[in-house]
């Protein structure tokens, strides 16, 4: 009994040092950032491992200022974004020793969303200030000559995101201007979805949220850049061609040039094996590609 206990330890034993030799051999690659990101990055990481079993990709979200901010101390090998760095940001990360080199990988198409009782069919970058930005004239759905089923009060929810977000600052940048400021009573969501999930549910609401995170339970409004022009509905061909007047590239940064792991997963995300995943995701890809 005793020698069959030795040699059941001693199989025990052997796996576990097998095991803790394999996990130590594996690359790690830390990889954080845009809520945007987030979930096609979980994909290629989840992907990645049936290419090359030695490398592990830990992938979170948080947002683009916070994986932005990881870069900057060094603390992640890949920081997502879905906004470019800020001067300020880039001065920083020199001043520690950081040389951040930006990747486009893809690019987005950034919806607003309506409840899909809403009757809007279309809004322009102006009607949108007037709801957006602070001190605009649009609180109500009559303001903007819509009356809207179910929302009695006629009160504008705004939905926004928290202001570490990249789409947070792309929206702010790209509609209200870069003096605009967002009015003050709106509802800063932390993720993407909780900002589409909120306004499914909300008769009154809008809000903004990458075109991936779509579904058939919500309206997404064509949008113009001025009042009376043709709009352009979000979507992949849109963001793809640049027509649709709030679409942006989806970066990835690295600390100067990538090297060794980290330069072949980046490749393979560039490539069609990488780009495909990305765009059934209901993203627009960064090149032309053959998807199956």
Not at 176 to 202: I, N, P
């Amino acid at each position: 009994m005793k020698n069959k206990l030795f040699i059941a330890a001693s199989i025990t034993a052997s796996i576990l040092s097998f095991t803790s030799a394999n996990a130590a051999d594996r690359t790690v690659i830390q990889n954080k950032g845009s809520d945007t990101l987030v979930n096609v990055a979980q994909a290629w990481a989840e992907e990645y491992r049936n290419v090359d079993a030695n490398v592990a990709v830990a992938v979170s979200g948080g947002g683009s200022g916070t994986g932005i901010a990881a870069m900057i101390n060094g603390t992640v090998d890949i920081a997502n974004a879905s906004r470019s760095m800020k001067k300020k940001e880039i001065d920083l990360a020199k001043s520690k020793g950081q040389d951040p080199l930006e990747h486009v990988v893809g690019y987005d198409a950034l919806a607003v969303f309506v409840h899909n009782n809403n009757p809007a069919k279309s809004l322009s970058f102006e009607q949108l200030q007037e709801v957006f930005v602070r001190g605009g004239k649009a609180t109500k759905w009559s303001d903007i000559g819509l009356k809207v089923p179910g929302c009695d009060s006629d009160e504008i929810v705004v939905v926004s995101r928290q202001n570490n977000s990249g789409t947070y600052a792309y929206f702010k940048k790209a509609v209200l201007g870069k003096k605009g400021k967002f009015r003050q009573g709106t509802l800063d969501l932390h993720g993407s979805k909780d900002v589409v999930d909120l306004v499914e549910k909300t008769p009154c609401a809008i809000g903004y949220s990458g075109l991936a995170y779509a579904t058939d339970h919500i309206k997404m409004a064509c949008i113009s850049k001025k009042t009376g022009e043709a709009c352009v509905d979000p979507s992949v061909k849109t963001a793809s061609d640049k027509s649709y007047p709030i679409a942006r590239p989806l970066f990835m940064y690295t600390d100067g040039e990538p090297k060794g792991a980290i330069k072949t997963y980046l490749d393979w995300i560039k490539s069609d094996a990488g780009q495909c995943i990305l765009v059934k995701k209901g993203y627009a890809p960064a090149n032309d590609v053959s998807c199956k």
